[in-house]
């Protein structure tokens, strides 16, 4: 149930499928984030559902649905696999946000999100780039910064082939 992460010319994508773009395109209504607790029992039972291990906690991590922004309702499998990029820069923005703007579900919600994308190379890689383009550039407003998570230029080659080295050791 590993994500199946999107390459193309034999680098990671991170930029949004066209399926992302669609969801994104749906300008979905604000709705309350759930509790851990109801995430976590909904996505123990997707895992069900599809025949995995509910006690498998990367699996369960897996279907785990992402309660905030554009992609809300998506499971982060779904998120790592569409818009990794997105992904990436959510869990670097958390280093630099106070919080205080996000509900204590939401802050959960990402941590969470955090644990199971850097459990993969491709992940960590999003992550990096992320920060990475973050510390490089000036303050951006909000929307311009939101649209820089999903249009990212792509990163250096030698940073690439580290993930691309790392992935056939860390999952087969």
Sequence with gaps: MDPKFRKKDGCI?????????????EKRPW???????EVK????EAVEHKGGDPNNE???LGQHKLQFGAFRDQTFK???ENALGYAGYVVASMSVE?????????????RLLEKYVSQFPA???????KKDTRSSQP????????????????????????VNVASLHDHP
């Design 58 to 60: 990367e699996h369960v």
């Design 13 to 25: 994508c991170l930029f949004d499928s066209e399926d992302a773009k669609k969801v994104k395109a």
């Design 139 to 162: 303050a951006t407003t909000a929307s311009a910064s939101t649209q820089a998570a999903s249009t990212s230029q792509q990163p250096s080659a030698s940073l690439q082939a580290a």
């Design 41 to 44: 029992e909904s996505a123990r």
């Design 98 to 110: 106070s919080g205080r703007s996000d509900s204590n579900n939401n802050q959960i919600n990402k």
């Design 78 to 80: 779904w998120l790592a």
């Design 31 to 37: 709705t309350r984030a759930l509790s851990p607790d």
């Design 123 to 129: 992940g960590r890689y999003a992550i990096r780039v």
